[in-house]
């Protein structure tokens, strides 16, 4: 009983793991505010002389830290912050297990996710317009993703082995069953269709009520 007890309390008790989720959440947040603030023009490299004081709020350190992050990861470095909190989150309310696995399959998602985008430029056009970037997926997509995927196994290839490096990264990094997934995917998509055909009998039922009432007031005007 005593040694329950010690190990409750020990469980319960905060540690390096713990302090590690809270530092790596105010990152998170300083990641989030430095890539959505970011402007090109405060990089000396994009313009000289640049913007003083830097649009970001976290200045120099910031505008840097965004600047790195677009070159490297393209437009899919807006996707950064939302996987560095989910790992604070495991950190600071996952008890058994370790983190590192998901930090490596966070990596994994982020870059199949810049080969995609690298593979699929057209659709980023703007961004990368506004980012004033070379790639949209940045250094990492275009090395991997246009010159060795896209190289080896063709556009249709890179895109295919893309979206499966993708879809293991997202099961292994949130732990989901493909049976489960699969599964509520199917019952979601049988209620949108049964509230489709809902609405469809029920704007027909309507249509049919219109046409009855007009061809009413059409017999009492021919009266």
């Avoid at 947040?29 to 603030?37: E, H, T």
């Avoid at 199917?186 to 509230?195: D, E, N, T, V």
């Avoid at 309507?206 to 061809?215: D, L, M, S, V």
Wanted: net charge positive.
């Amino acid at each position: 009983m005593l040694a329950d007890m010690a190990i409750r309390k020990e469980a319960g008790k905060p540690g390096w793991r713990e302090l590690g989720g809270i530092v790596l959440a105010a990152a998170c947040l300083m990641v989030f505010l430095s890539l959505f603030s970011y402007q090109p023009n405060d990089i000396p490299l994009l313009r000289m002389p640049p913007n003083r004081p830097p649009a970001t709020p976290f200045g120099l350190a910031g505008a840097w830290t965004a600047f790195g992050l677009f070159m490297s990861l393209g437009v899919t470095a807006h996707l950064l912050p939302i996987g560095l909190l989910f790992v604070a989150g495991c950190m600071l309310f996952q008890r058994e297990g370790r983190v590192w696995p998901r930090a490596a399959w966070l990596v994994l998602v982020l870059v199949s996710m810049a080969c995609l985008v690298e593979l699929r430029p057209a659709w980023y056009a703007g961004a990368v317009e506004r980012l004033n970037i070379a790639t949209a997926g940045g250094m990492i997509g275009y090395g991997l993703g246009r010159c060795t995927l896209a190289w080896l196994f063709g556009e249709a290839g890179a895109i295919i082995l893309a979206c499966a490096c993708l879809a293991a990264g997202l099961v292994f990094l949130f732990r989901i069953s493909p049976y489960v997934a699969g599964r509520w995917i199917a019952a979601q998509a049988k209620a949108g269709w049964a509230m489709y055909v809902q609405w469809r009998k029920s704007r027909m039922d309507r249509q049919q009520a219109i046409a009855q009432e007009q061809k009413e007031l059409a017999r009492k005007r021919q009266r």
